[in-house]
């Protein structure tokens, strides 16, 4: 349930098990991420058993400079497009219309990608929505300081 101070606990876990298969994938991977945004703060309530649950719909991540828009859009099919429910919308929104070759053109020519999860470009199909970052307010993912928490 959203409130106008946020979300319940069940909601919020329900919300970051969404999101949770990408994360799990980054570290099979071993790429280093950082969670930012709205998400790290329902990541932090519910590693640490606050209740300051804040709504949310994306996940925003910081990644390595050298992890490339590819990488991510080939990690992203691996874990998502294997699901029957999103599947036929990711393969259209990522491969349909050269989709794939644009991500690879512009390779790491911008600092955010908002990636797949716009509910009209996909027929309705509500993907899990991430903003992918290389840099935020200046600073690279090897310049922050991180605490590592389960969730």
């Known amino acids: 349930m959203i409130g106008a101070d946020g979300i319940n606990r ?13 994360f799990a994938e980054f570290e099979r991977r071993g790429i280093d991420y950082c969670l930012v945004g709205g998400l790290a703060v329902v990541a932090q309530c519910l590693a640490h058993g606050g209740d300051g649950f804040r709504a949310t719909v994306d996940a925003d991540a910081m990644v ?3 992890y490339s828009n590819a990488e991510f859009a080939r990690d992203y099919l691996r874990v998502y497009a ?7 919308a990711i393969y259209e929104a990522v491969l349909g219309k050269g989709g794939f070759e644009q ?3 512009a390779e790491n020519a911008f600092a955010n990608i908002s990636f797949v999860g716009a509910d009209e470009d996909l027929d309705g199909i509500d993907t899990p929505d991430f903003d992918v970052c290389r840099r935020l307010n200046g600073r690279t993912l090897a310049s922050i300081e991180r605490e590592r928490i389960e969730v």
């Open 10 to 22: 069940a909601a919020a876990e329900r919300l970051f098990a969404r999101f949770a298969p990408m």
């Open 103 to 105: 991500l690879n053109e």
């Open 64 to 66: 390595p400079q050298d």
């Open 82 to 88: 294997a699901d029957p429910k999103y599947a036929d």
